[in-house]
C-alpha cells in the first residue's frame, strides 16, 4: 500500500538498491525473554510503533519503487516484511530475500517453506551444530548479507542491556561500514541501536551515505517513523544518480 509519504517524494528508482534491513524489537530492560514475550510486552507502546512503523512504511516504499530488502529472518520484523510483499498487486519473490543460518533453520520447516513463496530464502551452512559455533554461523551469514547488499539500515535491535556482546545490529552495523555500503542507523526508536548510537561517539564516521554529520545524527534522533523512511529512501536515489549507470550496484560491498 502507497502510503501519503510516496505521494509527497519525487519519483524514485530503487531497482537496483538491495537494503539490509537490520534490527528487531529489543527485549524489555533486564530481560530476556522469547519474541513472544518481547512482543507482548510492548503490544501498543511506542517503542513497537516505532520500530514496526519504520519497517512496514520503509519496507513498503522501498518495493514500490523497484528496492529489495535483504533481512536476517528475526520473527518480530519476518512477519511485517512478508505482509508488504503479499499486500501488493504485483508480487514477486525479487523484492524480499531472507537469509538465515542452517544453526537455526531447519530447511524442511513449514514457516521456511511457507515464506519462499513470497520471497527469495536463502539458507548459509553453518559452521557447526554445537553451542560453540552459533557466533561463527551468524558471522558467516552476515558476510553473505554483506557482501549481497548495496546500503544498510539499522533500527531497533536486541540483546545491549543483558548480553552486550551478542546484540547483533552493532556487529551488523559495523560489517556493512567495513564493506563500504552506505549505512544508516536509527537510533531515536530504541533498542541497541539507540544504545550504540549513545556510547560509540565515531559512531558517524565513514558511513558512506552522502549525508553530513549533523544530518545523520538528526536523522538517528528521529522518532517519526514515516519521516526517516522517506529521508532514506530519496538519499539512496540520490546516491544512485550521483553514480551514473552503475547505479547501486557500484557502491555495493561485493
Known sequence: MVSEL?????????????????GSIPEPAGESPDIRATLEAWSGSELERGILGFVQEFASLAMTYGGQIIHGCHPSFTPILLDCVRGRNDVSTDLLELCASRYFVNPDD??????SRHSKTTLIESTGGNADDRDTSL???????AKQCTAFVAVGGRWWSSVPGRAGVPREFERAKAAGVPCFILGG????????VQ???DWAEDL?????????EELSRTTNFALAAGRI??????????????????????
Open 6 to 22: 510516496d505521494l509527497q517524494l519525487p519519483k524514485l528508482d530503487l531497482r537496483d538498491a538491495r537494503i539490509w534491513l537490520s
Open 110 to 115: 513449514n514457516d521456511w517453506n511457507r515464506w
Open 139 to 145: 558471522a558467516v551469514l552476515r558476510d553473505y548479507m
Open 189 to 196: 526508536f530504541g533498542g541497541a541501536s539507540q544504545t550504540y
Open 199 to 201: 556510547e560509540n561517539p
Open 208 to 216: 558512506n551515505n552522502g549525508l553530513s554529520r549533523k544530518e545523520n
Open 233 to 254: 529512501a530519496s538519499q539512496l536515489q540520490i546516491l544512485s544518480s550521483s553514480t551514473g549507470e552503475q547505479g547501486f550496484n557500484g557502491m555495493s560491498g561485493m
